[in-house]
């Protein structure tokens, strides 16, 4: 079994800045892409950005420039460093990783999202 647990969220002031967390736990033999997306009320779900095991991000048009993220392997976590917030950005932010729990068997794991509100 593995977990992904969201921690970071809550409430900020437009320009202000978040920085969320997401730590993976459990049967992981390793980790391939992590990723966070968000969902805001009557959305789709979308990617917002990705990062693979070495290092190579990608973002959304809509966060690029503004929104950092980053993995610590050791610790099987990943963070979005969230700055420059705009009203738009709220949401419920999820974040999903990619675990091989032994060789030979992976699949994406999800948290259970953490909410982002950013008032105006």
Known sequence: QVQLVE?????VQVGGSLRLSCAAS???FSIDAMDWYRQAPGKQR????????GGR???ADSVKGRFT???DNAKNTVYLQMNSLKPEDTAVYYCKAEVWTSRFTWRNYWGQ???VTVSS
């Open 7 to 11: 921690s970071g969220g809550g409430l």
């Open 26 to 28: 459990g049967s992981i």
């Open 46 to 53: 979308e990617l917002v950005a990705d990062i693979t095991s």
């Open 57 to 59: 991000t990608n973002y």
């Open 69 to 71: 993220i980053s993995r």
């Open 113 to 115: 999202g953490t909410q």
